[in-house]
């Protein structure tokens, strides 16, 4: 079936870095737009980043922009999210989402908690 | 940035009950504009895109309308499953961006 798994999640310090991963399945991967959103401790969702299904095309939240990268391995059928300089606000469940189209996401993962504290 | 706000932010609904959610844009989005459902402890499920269509496998007691700045989701008679918090969302220009949400809970 239609599967996202996330890993790649923990406790960090702040100013460090960590590398999300999202493992695909069930679907033909390289035909799909990919998005990371993230959701603080009992607040909402929060669009984060996309990139296009050949990796080509990639957008980000101001919130990040600068700080992460979004990458993808097609042949591996997984997607990354590079988090560097994190800080306390980086704290959240991140979610892994496919496209159904432009900007509308059908499948999510479970989620990865990142926690950033000193 | 477009700016999503959600009324209300609470909605206390009996089981059977109709519930009718609010969303509206700080500007025009057309009709890319999609609702999620989130229980506690899981991932959101997409219920509604392009303001109207139901998602694969959702049942027709959820519709959508509206268009351009004013939107609303409507569940036709609450089932207990459907107490979750609802987000809309609009993809019409980037970033995304989610409304803060509507809590649907049990009166």
């Known amino acids: 079936q239609v599967q996202l798994v996330e890993s790649g999640g923990g406790v960090v310090q702040p100013g460090r870095s960590l590398r999300l991963s999202c493992a695909a399945s069930g679907f033909t991967f390289s035909s799909y737009g990919m998005h990371w959103v993230r959701q603080a401790p009992g607040k909402g969702l929060e669009w984060v980043a996309v990139?296009?299904?050949?990796?080509?095309?990639?957008y980000y939240a101001d919130s990040v922009k600068g700080r992460f990268t979004i990458s993808r391995d097609n042949s591996k059928n997984t997607l990354y999210l590079q988090m560097n300089s994190l800080q306390a606000e980086d704290t959240a469940v991140y979610y892994c989402a496919k496209e159904l189209s432009r900007g509308t996401l059908d499948i999510w993962g479970q989620g990865t908690m990142v926690t950033v504290s000193s | 940035e477009i700016v999503m706000t959600q009324s209300p932010a609470t909605l206390s609904v009996s089981p059977g009950e109709r519930a009718t959610l609010s969303c509206r844009a700080s500007q025009s989005v057309s009709s890319n504009l999609a609702w999620y459902q989130q229980k506690p402890g899981q991932a959101p499920r997409l219920l509604i895109y392009g303001a109207s269509a139901r998602a694969t496998g959702i049942p027709a007691r959820f519709s959508g309308s509206g268009s351009g700045t004013e939107f609303t989701l409507t569940i036709s008679s609450l089932q207990s499953e459907d107490f979750a918090v609802y987000y809309c969302q609009q993809y019409n220009n980037w970033p995304l961006v989610f409304g803060p949400g509507t809590k649907v809970d049990i009166k």
């Open positions: 990139v296009s299904y050949d990796g080509n095309t990639k």
